[in-house]
């Protein structure tokens, strides 16, 4: 099983950056596809961000597009979000998944682990 641990939300700016973390722990994930999902109040999760487990292939939803990157190291057992030109609509809970395949996807339902969330807030 793997644990993951989310940091790095706050409250931002229109316009700001942050930048997401998720720490893995209980097994290596160096084998596992690694996505970025947030859910606004009243709404379902969403899909933001997709890696291949080698880091060579992502996906990202269309609204994030051009603005956020996502990112991996393999030897840290880490995932990174890296979020540019945040907009309010950007505010919601990011959680971190697992998913215990090679190939991303971006369905929450083929990842298997999830981490507790960090939320992120961006002021107009």
């Known amino acids: 099983q793997v644990q993951l641990v989310e940091s790095g939300g706050g409250l931002v700016q229109t316009g700001g950056s942050l930048r997401l973390s998720c720490a893995a722990s209980?097994?290596?994930?160096?084998?596992?596809?690694m996505g970025w999902f947030r859910q606004a109040p009243g709404k379902e999760r969403d899909f933001v961000a997709v890696?291949?487990?080698?880091?060579?292939?992502?996906v990202y939803a269309d609204s994030v597009k051009g603005r956020f990157t996502i990112s991996r190291d393999n030897a840290k057992n880490t995932v990174l979000l890296q979020m540019n030109t945040l907009k309010p609509e950007d505010t919601a809970v990011y959680y971190c998944?697992?998913?215990?395949?090679?190939?991303?996807?971006?369905?929450?339902?083929?990842?298997?682990?999830w981490g507790q969330g960090t939320q992120v807030t961006v002021s107009s």
């Open positions: 890696i291949s487990s080698s880091g060579r292939s992502t």
């Open positions: 209980g097994r290596t994930t160096s084998s596992y596809a």
């Open positions: 998944a697992a998913r215990p395949f090679a190939s991303p996807s971006v369905v929450a339902g083929d990842f298997g682990s």
